[in-house]
């Protein structure tokens, strides 16, 4: 089952090498769609333990994640039919810079950005404050 039309018992078939090439699958599809970032187990652990937490005290209610090529996100919602108010995003190029970490506001401001997730993720702890009578 080959394109090639059959041969006569004199006619031989030529092999071509100058353009035989193999190609890895693999890195052929990693090539033209190259694999999405996505956060780690240990990650989305702990992003969702302070989900947990804030959805537990009831200001946040629904949640949002992607994975994108260059980024991964996990967008938070007060509803979830509104804009995020706070996205925890993960990009893997910033990392040797900046952080690979960071949390970005509704209006685009980072809030926090780092190379550690929990340290970045100290963001939404509580501040106890002084009470004066």
């Known amino acids: 089952m080959t394109d090639q039309p059959d041969l006569r018992h004199s006619e031989s078939r030529s092999v071509d090498t100058t353009t035989s090439v193999v190609v890895d699958l693999r890195e052929y599809k990693q090539s033209r769609d190259p694999i999405p970032v996505t956060f780690h187990r240990r990650e989305l652990d702990a992003i969702l333990w302070i989900y947990g937490r804030m959805v537990?005290?009831?200001?946040?209610?629904?949640?949002?994640?992607?994975?994108?090529?260059?980024?991964?996100?996990?967008?938070?919602?007060?509803?979830?039919?509104?804009?995020?108010?706070?996205?925890?995003?993960?990009?893997?190029?910033?990392?040797?810079?900046?952080?690979?970490?960071?949390?970005?506001?509704?209006?685009?401001?980072?809030?926090?950005?780092?190379?550690?997730?929990?340290?970045?993720?100290?963001?939404?702890?509580?501040?106890l404050k002084l009470v004066e009578k």
């Open 56 to 127: 537990g005290e009831g200001e946040w209610r629904d949640y949002a994640i992607d994975h994108l090529k260059d980024k991964a996100v996990f967008s938070v919602f007060k509803r979830s039919g509104e804009m995020p108010l706070f996205r925890i995003e993960k990009n893997p190029k910033l990392a040797a810079k900046q952080g690979a970490f960071s949390v970005v506001s509704t209006s685009g401001m980072i809030l926090k950005r780092g190379h550690d997730l929990s340290q970045v993720l100290k963001v939404f702890d509580k501040q």
